[in-house]
């Protein structure tokens, strides 16, 4: 098996003018940082990687296996036509939280609703990149244009911190076609902090996952059950 090693700082590079529109609306820091552009990284994938790889899985460091992860490859066969990514929702109301105006403004929205008839936002741990997909929809390539993201965040009052989950959780309001969820056991979130935060009478109607976890996600530093 081959293995091949990507320079941070290069990928930064390609990476920057692709992103850097929206750092403003989904970076921590105020201001737009240059470094802030790895957390990008996902959404612009298929415009870095070389034409021949056509799909690929991006996972955040914070996980534990239960089985092979070989087996979360063959969900790139479960995409609906018109899919470009596969990721799991996410599993609190943060984004209950984040576009408290829009709901607000919009009482009968599921925007930020939890499963299974709500949109409660995506989680970027577990991410299935079908870059020759991504590279092929038209629809998901104006959506990384600077004009676009403004009009959105403009239409969901929307300013987050988390990076790439933030973009994607937003486009899925406006388009969930561009998205196959998986199952919240290929990405079973453990962080709790929202419900000691204000939303401990809804946090369970988020965080419950039936079946047996195949990927444990210690998010928020916490830790992951042992065997």
Wanted: proline letters at 6%.
């Amino acid at each position: 098996s081959q293995v091949i090693v990507h320079d941070v700082n290069e990928l930064t590079e390609k990476l920057f003018p692709i992103v850097e529109a929206m750092q403003k609306h989904f970076s921590a820091g105020s201001g737009t940082y240059y470094s802030d552009s790895i957390f990008f990284l996902s959404v612009a994938m298929h415009r870095i990687m070389p034409k021949e790889i056509t799909q690929i899985i991006q996972v955040d460091l914070d996980l534990k296996y239960k089985t092979n992860i070989r087996d979360l490859f063959d969900e790139f066969d479960n995409f609906p036509e018109g899919a470009v990514i596969g990721i799991a929702r996410e599993m609190q109301p943060v984004y209950r939280h984040t576009f408290w105006q829009y709901r607000r403004e919009n009482p009968k929205t599921k925007v930020g609703e939890p499963p299974p008839d709500g949109l409660p936002g995506f989680n970027s741990g577990v991410l299935l990149l079908n870059l020759e997909a991504m590279r092929q929809s038209k629809l998901y390539n104006q959506l990384l244009e600077p004009t676009m993201v403004q009009k959105l965040t403009e239409k969901y009052h929307f300013k987050g911190h988390l990076g790439d989950q933030d973009f994607f959780t937003m486009v899925g309001m406006e388009h969930p076609e561009l998205f196959h969820v998986l199952d919240c056991t290929w990405n079973r979130q453990l962080c709790t902090w929202w419900r000691d935060h204000g939303y401990s009478d809804v946090f369970d109607q988020y965080f419950q996952c039936e079946g047996e976890v195949k990927i444990y996600h210690g998010n928020c530093n916490t830790p992951i059950p042992e065997d």
